[in-house]
């Protein structure tokens, strides 16, 4: 029988890295991927599946944040679980002001062009906006946010760039399944799920 560890692979042992410093690491996830797959998915692929696993695409680890917010009202995603805590709402639009933000740097943009006046997190829902109309439009900045930074991946992949935006992409990924997790126990809190 073969032993598996608890990177799911069998006999897998990772393998050092040397780096310039002659210190030495363990692989990293998408060096281990490349490794495991072989030719078969390259790294611009494995950088824009992680982009969208993390966001819309059925994945092993549960619910992404598309499907996180799947089937949530606007009640249910101003409902605050104490004074001065994110809702739902505010969570959803903060993930599309940080994929903005990716995606300024990753084309050069300035500063302070998001769609909407401030930084990282929103005060939502505006006084007297507790409306599906409202809240459809605000998830509506959150898709078009995530459409537009993967096309500037494409582009940044298409330019060869895949190695300085590696970081980046996977961090928005990561933002992405965070905030899902923050969002699904906030449904279970209000008995939404």
């Known amino acids: 029988m073969q032993k598996i560890n608890d990177c799911g692979i069998k006999n897998f042992k990772p393998a050092p890295i040397p780096f310039q410093n002659n210190l030495t690491v363990q692989k990293s996830g998408a ?9 078969t998915m390259k790294g611009s692929e494995l950088l824009l ?3 969208e696993e993390g966001y819309w695409k059925k ?20 409902w605050r679980p104490a004074p001065g805590r994110h809702n739902i709402w505010e969570e959803a639009l903060h993930a599309a002001y940080w994929k903005y933000d990716v995606r300024r740097i990753l084309e050069g943009g300035k500063r302070g062009s998001f769609v909407l006046k401030g930084s990282n997190f929103f005060s939502r829902p505006e006084k007297g906006r507790v409306t599906e109309a409202a809240w459809k439009a605000d998830k509506g900045i959150l898709e078009n946010e995530h459409e537009r930074l993967r096309e500037a991946v494409k582009k940044a992949v298409k330019k060869g760039r895949e190695q300085k935006v590696a970081r980046l992409i996977y961090g928005v990924a990561f933002h992405d399944i965070y905030h899902a997790g923050q969002i699904r126990l906030l449904r279970r809190l209000q008995g939404a799920d």
């Open 49 to 51: 599946n992680a982009l």
């Open 59 to 78: 994945a092993w680890h549960g619910p992404n944040l598309k499907q996180a917010l799947k089937g949530v009202t606007a009640r249910e995603a101003a």
């Open 31 to 39: 060096k281990l991927a490349h490794d495991v797959l072989g030719e």
